[in-house]
């Protein structure tokens, strides 16, 4: 049995021209990456890789005042060159197969939508529309699934007439079946991550990196004062949210605290957004965290919703989950409350769970282990 790392979450921000991609990007990261009007032809990917903000890692850290406190981390890749289309004739020639794959190489996407008016900043399609643009980025991404799927299509027909001489006729013929019912859903301009599939099926396809099969988080970039547009976003996977980016932009990079703290109360903002569109990337992505504490580090892990405990173990290192005997379970809040981990055992509170225990969002766990050599 063995379990690797797994690597950091992924989120990719994506949108129109000058929606404010960057400005969101610094917004989620601290950081100061140019937000000049995007003026065509370029394609760029910045990326930075933050801590999760939690309060409850704070918390941890102060009970036990180790000597390292780490933070589970997030990444994020500001996708620029995406153009949009309202023309059916020129709708999907936007994505170079160069920004499909920065595009795919990501969990999840942040789709940043403008809603905010700037007469100094023109819209690459005229005006400011949040509806069309949704649905002309949307468009590009299923247009761009279509056609991988058409052509794996055409391939499959041409190896599965060789009949079952081939040695992965079975495979190819399960693969065909699959495709040839989603094609008519992406043709109807329908998300594939709308389409029912079996695990199994989702399994199958997963070395596509269908575009419009990811989980997304629509962002309605707004203005100062403007507030969200009523827009009914029904399908799978997905969530809207609203931010003042700009503001919350010039609030992010501002070094003094006091200051800080003063624009958002004069603001009434009671958090930045990052911590809030980090709960809802977790959430979209089925993620959690736990944790592990001691002297020597208190840390949070990302693993997926209802983990076992081996699985947790394996995240930590694969030698827990490889010689895994036992796992000590606390609840966040039951170790709170008592004060201590001493605490918490004297009250009952911390279990002894076996390989198959299902680990929830702010347990604290330590692994009981033996790898004979």
């Keep these: 049995?063995?379990?690797?790392?797994?690597?950091?979450?992924?989120?990719?921000?994506?949108?129109?021209?000058?929606?404010?991609?960057?400005?969101?990007?610094?917004?989620?990261?601290?950081?100061?990456?140019?937000?000049?009007?995007?003026?065509?032809?370029?394609?760029?990917?910045?990326?930075?890789?933050?801590?999760?903000?939690?309060?409850?890692?704070?918390?941890?850290?102060?009970?036990?005042?180790?000597?390292?406190?780490?933070?589970?981390?997030?990444?994020?890749?500001?996708?620029?060159?995406?153009?949009?289309?309202?023309?059916?004739?020129?709708?999907?020639?936007?994505?170079?197969?160069?920004?499909?794959?920065?595009?795919?190489?990501?969990?999840?996407?942040?789709?940043?939508?403008?809603?905010?008016?700037?007469?100094t900043v023109p819209h690459s399609l005229g005006s400011v529309n949040p509806a069309r643009d949704i649905a002309s980025l949307d468009s590009e991404l299923s247009l761009s699934d279509l056609s991988k799927i058409e052509n794996r299509l055409e391939r499959l027909e041409v190896s599965l007439k060789k009949g079952k001489a081939i040695p992965t006729f079975e495979d190819d013929q399960k693969e065909y079946e699959i495709l040839s019912r989603l094609k008519p859903h992406v043709e109807?301009?329908?998300?594939?991550?709308?389409?029912?599939?079996?695990?199994?099926?989702?399994?199958?396809?997963?070395?596509?990196?269908?575009?419009?099969?990811?989980?997304?988080?629509?962002?309605?970039?707004?203005?100062?004062?403007?507030?969200?547009?009523?827009?009914?976003?029904?399908?799978q996977k997905s969530k809207t949210t609203a931010i003042r980016g700009r503001l919350e932009m010039d609030i992010a990079q501002l070094e003094d605290e006091d200051d800080r703290t003063m624009f958002m109360e004069e603001y009434n903002l009671t958090e930045l957004s990052t911590a809030r569109i980090i709960r809802e990337s977790y959430d979209l992505l089925g993620r959690m965290v736990f944790f592990t504490t001691g002297e020597d580090e208190v840390r949070a892990w990302e693993v997926t919703q209802n983990a076992p405990a081996i699985e947790c173990a394996g995240a930590i290192h694969s030698d827990l989950a490889r010689g895994f005997i036992r796992a000590e379970v606390t609840s966040y809040d039951d170790l709170m409350a008592a004060g201590s981990n001493a605490a918490a055992k004297a009250a009952g509170k911390v279990r002894l769970e076996g390989k198959d225990h299902i680990v929830h969002d702010g347990d604290i766990i330590v692994v009981r282990f033996n790898v004979q050599k």
């Excluded at 999907?92 to 990501?106: C, D, P, W, Y």
């Design 188 to 235: 109807q301009g329908q998300p594939i991550r709308d389409f029912e599939l079996t695990p199994d099926e989702e399994k199958r396809l997963r070395g596509f990196q269908f575009l419009s099969a990811k989980p997304v988080l629509i962002i309605f970039n707004l203005g100062d004062e403007a507030e969200p547009p009523n827009i009914d976003y029904p399908h």
């Design 1 to 119: 049995m063995g379990f690797l790392l797994r690597r950091l979450m992924r989120i990719g921000i994506i949108g129109l021209p000058n929606c404010g991609k960057t400005t969101i990007f610094n917004v989620l990261t601290g950081g100061k990456a140019p937000t000049a009007a995007y003026t065509g032809g370029t394609f760029q990917v910045n990326t930075a890789v933050v801590p999760v903000p939690d309060p409850r890692v704070d918390a941890l850290s102060q009970m036990y005042n180790p000597q390292k406190t780490t933070y589970a981390r997030v990444e994020y890749a500001d996708i620029a060159g995406l153009s949009g289309s309202t023309d059916d004739q020129t709708k999907g020639v936007g994505l170079s197969g160069e920004l499909m794959n920065a595009i795919a190489n990501n969990d999840a996407l942040l789709h940043v939508v403008r809603v905010f008016e700037d007469e």
